[in-house]
Nanobody, 123 residues
Framework: QVQLVESGGGLVQAGGSLRLSCAAS????????MGWYRQAPGKQRELVAS???????NYADSVKGRFTISRDNGRNTAYLQMNSLKPEDTAVYYC?????????????????WGQGTQVTVSS
């Protein structure tokens, strides 16, 4: 019901920047919290940053001051601006979104994941 398509990953040198995008499409009433997660080889998937529909943000300590999450509700799109990238930021980055499929009490909700985009930071 909700499809997420990520873009913007790639290879960058340490200290460089990348901007990830996540566009939601499909049949839904509204997109609620959107988040970016990452998973490095041999490690668990971890939350990088999230943003609510009204713009409240949350960041992992490891990215505070370097990454900025934002969203465009009209386009149902979230962005992750990543600056001062480090080799330890190398991972597959996944977009996640919660949605109301239908309104009501209770609403029909969904939780969706994108296919992931590779970010590689070379030293």
């Amino acid at each position: 019901q909700v499809q997420l398509v990520e873009s913007g990953g790639g290879l960058v040198q340490a200290g460089g920047s990348l901007r990830l995008s996540c566009a939601a499409s499909g049949s839904f009433f509204s997109i609620n919290t959107m988040g970016w997660y990452r998973q490095a080889p041999g490690k668990q998937r971890e939350l990088v940053a999230s943003i609510t529909r009204d713009g409240t943000t949350n960041y992992a300590d490891s990215v505070k001051g370097r990454f900025t999450i934002s969203r465009d509700n009209g386009r149902n799109t979230a962005y992750l601006q990543m600056n001062s990238l480090k080799p330890e930021d190398t991972a597959v980055y996944y977009c996640n979104a919660g949605a109301y499929i239908t309104p009501g009490i209770p609403p029909l909700v969904s939780n969706s994941w994108g296919q992931g985009t590779q970010v590689t930071v070379s030293s």
